[in-house]
């Protein structure tokens, strides 16, 4: 029978067998695009969701990361004096919106720093707290805060050049009044020619900012 029919309509046949065996590549192939897009779609998906999260990654981290030091608690957690606030602003700009530099922060402008010290590419800091300030007799205070000269001496030689770290900064560095300060010790503790670091290693948008204990004398 196979072979009769064969003979009878074998024109027929053929056609039929050809039609089957294009529509049998063309779904094939259309099962393959399909396959493909999917594939596609699923890799593009998968990229996106990487860059999502390695957006959040970064979106996460703080400039509060990488202080040290049992004062770093003092400052606030949020706002233009905190750590993520003080990254964006230039040191001088910094240092007047943290609570524990007030008394710094006027010295600065009364010798007119300020601008000298935000224009600065890059440099570290050892910032004396309000209450460092307090230790000097107040009479002995007022003195030097009219004294242009002599203020201008003490505030830059707390003032080093280059952005330094805690591994960089250790060691003996000359300051921008010409003369030397000694730090020692790591980040479980460290001094500048005795004074504590209180919290250190604080990032501001040109400058490393060490909060110290006592205000350094040239």
């Known amino acids: 029978m196979k072979r009769t029919t064969l003979r009878l309509s074998g024109g027929l046949a053929v056609a039929v067998l050809t039609m089957g065996g294009l529509a049998a590549c063309g779904s094939e192939s259309t099962d393959n695009?399909?396959?493909?897009?999917?594939?596609?779609?699923?890799?593009t998906e998968s990229e996106s969701m990487d860059s999502m999260e390695s957006e959040d990654t970064t979106t996460e981290a703080s400039a509060?990361?990488?202080v040290f030091g049992p004062a770093c608690s003092a400052v606030p957690t949020?706002?233009?004096?905190?750590?993520?606030?003080m990254v964006s602003d230039p040191v001088a700009t910094a240092a007047s919106n943290n609570p524990l530099l007030g008394t710094l922060v006027s010295a600065v402008q009364a010798a007119d720093l300020v601008d000298t010290l935000n224009g600065a590419d890059a440099l570290t800091v050892f910032a004396p707290t309000d209450?460092?300030?307090?230790e000097i007799p107040k009479k002995t205070l007022n003195a030097v805060l009219k004294d242009k000269d002599t203020l201008t001496a003490i505030l830059t030689h707390h003032v080093v050049a280059?952005?330094?770290?805690?591994?960089?900064?250790v060691g003996d560095q000359e300051t921008l009044n010409g003369d030397m300060v000694t730090v020692e010790g790591d980040t479980d503790g460290m001094t500048v020619d005795g004074a504590n670091v209180l919290c250190g290693n604080i990032p501001?948008?040109?400058?490393t900012v060490y909060v110290i204990d006592q205000v350094l004398m040239p």
């Open 131 to 134: 209450d460092a300030f307090a």
């Open 204 to 207: 501001t948008a040109n400058a």
């Open 64 to 66: 509060g990361d990488q």
């Open 33 to 43: 695009a399909a396959s493909d897009t999917e594939t596609s779609a699923s890799a």
């Open 78 to 85: 949020d706002g233009a004096g905190s750590f993520d606030g």
């Open 162 to 169: 280059g952005q330094m770290d805690p591994d960089q900064i």
